[in-house]
């Protein structure tokens, strides 16, 4: 679903942010990246999905290159929903309509296809009842998990998080982690910087160590996490 070859990324201030990182995922993986700060896992994601451009190596999305062509960096946008640290919600708007707009926007629906989806994917992350609420007035677990529902809304074939409970409060971690737990039991594709090896051991199937720009080590879930 995901092949990426020797990625090398220069930031324009000289920083070596990827020097030469190279990961396949298989559909319905999950794979959770772990590492000091600095090492580069969040610019690999931000390359993944078209934010960022890298200098050399290829990244290929469900047999999509990602090149320079509009259309294929478009098609790989749709195709790949990305969580982030700060929830970054439209702080105006309700829930409803946060989530709505995307549809509306991106996937071209009128207004009553969207609410459909927003709907469900709100039942889904347990959200239902704040639909009218505006991101001010919850808690940052809510918050995340509105903004995973927006990133579903997108029917992306493969879920990005970037230290998506970092930024929460303790009591908000598990509640976004569960949700996370349920789209990978559904088979979702994805690609996890966290440091909750809880959820590493209990939802990942492969565990990749960077340092540096670089893989240093990677195993199988069941192979680290077992006793020796
Ligand atoms: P096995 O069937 O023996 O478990 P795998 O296909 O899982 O073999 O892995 C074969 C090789 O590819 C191993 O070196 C493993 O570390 C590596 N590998 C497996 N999955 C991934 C992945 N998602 N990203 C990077 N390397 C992987
Ligand atoms: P991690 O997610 O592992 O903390 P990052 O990918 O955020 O690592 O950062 C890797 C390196 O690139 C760090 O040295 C960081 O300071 C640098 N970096 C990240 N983003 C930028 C940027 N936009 N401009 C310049 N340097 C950056």
């Given at each position: 679903m995901i092949q990426a070859k020797d990625i090398k990324k220069t930031y324009p201030n000289g920083v070596e942010a990827l020097r030469g990182f190279s990961l396949l995922v298989?559909?319905?993986?999950?794979?959770?990246?772990?590492?000091?700060?600095?090492?580069?896992?969040?610019?690999?994601?931000?390359?993944?999905?078209?934010?960022?451009?890298?200098?050399?190596?290829?990244?290929?999305?469900?047999?999509?290159?990602?090149?320079?062509?509009?259309?294929?960096?478009?098609?790989?946008?749709?195709?790949?929903?990305?969580?982030f640290q700060s929830f970054n919600l439209f702080p105006h708007m309700t829930v409803r309509e946060n989530i709505n707009l995307a549809q509306m926007l991106v996937r071209k629906k009128n207004?009553?296809?969207?609410?459909?989806?927003?709907?469900?994917?709100?039942?889904?992350?347990?959200?239902?009842?704040?639909i009218e609420a505006k991101p001010g007035q919850l808690s940052g677990g809510q918050q995340q998990r509105v903004a995973i529902a927006r990133a579903l809304a997108m029917k992306p074939k493969i879920m990005l998080f970037d230290e998506a409970t970092s930024a929460l409060d303790p009591e908000m971690i598990g509640e976004v982690l569960e949700v996370?737990?349920?789209?990978?039991?559904?088979?979702?594709?994805?690609?996890?910087?966290?440091?909750?090896?809880?959820?590493a051991r209990e939802a990942g199937d492969h565990i990749v160590f960077m340092e540096d720009g670089l893989i240093v080590e990677q195993a199988d879930s069941r192979d680290f996490f077992s006793n020796p």
């Open positions: 298989k559909p319905s993986e999950v794979v959770v990246i772990v590492g000091p700060s600095g090492s580069g896992k969040s610019t690999f994601l931000r390359c993944l999905n078209g934010l960022e451009e890298i200098d050399r190596g290829s990244i290929v999305i469900d047999n999509i290159p990602l090149d320079h062509s509009k259309q294929n960096r478009m098609a790989i946008r749709r195709e790949v929903g990305m969580v207004r009553k296809q969207a609410e459909e989806t927003t709907k469900d994917l709100l039942g889904k992350v347990g959200m239902l009842e704040k996370m737990k349920a789209l990978a039991n559904e088979g979702m594709t994805m690609v996890v910087v966290t440091h909750e090896m809880g959820f």
